[in-house]
């Protein structure tokens, strides 16, 4: 969307569009992102907030969040989002503070706005969380090490970390970028030992893991992202929003033109799957093995527990699951082998 007006016709297509699948079970967590929200004006966020006030039980909720990059967190807007009296928490998409790495993965705020938004944030704001991406093209050991030290210059400001290695999309500029030879990308190995690192200065600088890409200072963790890991059911409303009823998982159209045109004309158009009983238990794997917990031996079916068991006993042997009494717990490498690990172990 190019203009204001387009922005516009998307707030008016979300706010019906909440409107239409209202609820009567109360909102623990309010999550405004899997875009660029920070986009809007102050107007238009207040009219969803009160579109959300309006249709919806507020009277349970933890915690909402609002995505934003550093170069619209300007002083006033900080102020803005904070006189809405609705977030408790900003996550800040920082991703460097590395002018350089910033070029390379084409973003347009300058490492200057990146630390005058976590400052701005900080000023009105308890919970600040701030992205990470480690393995940039071009970026060295030292380089993502810089980035780590460069959190510290904030104290205890920052209250949380997501830290993810870079996935290059199909379609993006970084991609074809890649396929002409002009950019290459970093070794698996030096991934690794920059998790190693993340995981080390977490541990020293008051950071707890949680998950595969996630670190808080203590009862900081994200509420909102700990639903989806856990099998919560969940609304998603707005273009390529995913929704979990705790059968059904449906996800919006992502085209945003299709989108307005289809809410404004009471036909939302979404795709929609049943999750067989072999769907719930893959997806309990994939999540529950990403994050420190693990996998609780009792949310495993009886009929499957046996094969599972069976299954684990290499990654047990090797040092990457621990076989606790009540779960299966994946080590700091299991961790870096999460996924792999989990698609071994998906049933038929």
């Given at each position: ?322 076989d606790c009494s009540d779960a299966y717990k994946p080590t ?17």
């Open positions: 969307m190019a203009g204001k007006q387009d922005y516009e016709a998307y707030v008016d297509a979300l706010c019906l569009e909440l409107k239409q699948r209202a609820t009567e079970k109360p909102l623990k967590t309010v999550y405004f992102g899997g875009g660029t929200p920070s986009l809007l004006s102050y107007g238009q966020i207040e009219r969803i907030i009160n579109t959300l006030r309006d249709y919806y039980d507020l009277s349970l909720l933890q915690e909402a969040t609002i995505e934003a990059n550093p170069e619209n967190l300007s002083k006033n807007y900080i102020d803005s989002l904070f006189n809405i009296n609705f977030f408790n928490r900003i996550s800040i998409g920082v991703q460097s503070f590395d002018d350089k790495d910033l070029r390379a993965i084409n973003r347009i705020h300058s490492s200057r706005q990146a630390f005058e938004a976590i400052e701005n944030a900080a000023a009105r704001f308890d919970n600040i969380s701030v992205d990470l991406i480690m393995g940039l093209p071009g970026q060295s050991q030292k380089g993502w090490c810089e980035n780590l030290a460069a959190i510290s210059r904030f104290g205890d400001k920052v209250k949380h970390l997501s830290c993810y290695e870079l996935t290059v999309e199909d379609g993006s500029i970084l991609k074809r970028q890649i396929e002409m030879g002009r950019v290459t990308l970093i070794d698996s190995d030096v991934i690794a030992s920059m998790y190693d690192t993340l995981q080390d200065w977490c541990g020293n600088n008051g950071f707890e893991q949680y998950e595969v890409s996630n670190y808080c200072r203590p009862g900081f963790h994200s509420r909102h992202n700990c639903r989806y890991w856990d099998g919560t059911p969940y609304l998603g409303c707005g273009a390529a929003a995913h929704s979990f009823d705790g059968d059904h998982r449906r996800w919006n159209i992502a085209d945003v033109n299709a989108y307005i045109s289809g809410v404004m004309q009471g036909k939302l158009p979404y795709e929609e799957e049943i999750l067989t009983r072999q769907d719930h238990l893959n997806e309990y794997i994939m999540t529950s093995l990403r994050t420190v917990a693990g996998m609780a031996k009792d949310k495993i079916p009886s009929d499957y527990a046996d094969v599972i068991g069976e299954k684990m006993i290499p990654f047990v042997k090797t040092g990457l699951i621990v700091k490498e299991g961790l870096l082998h999460a996924d792999g690990i989990a698609a071994s172990l998906f049933v038929d």
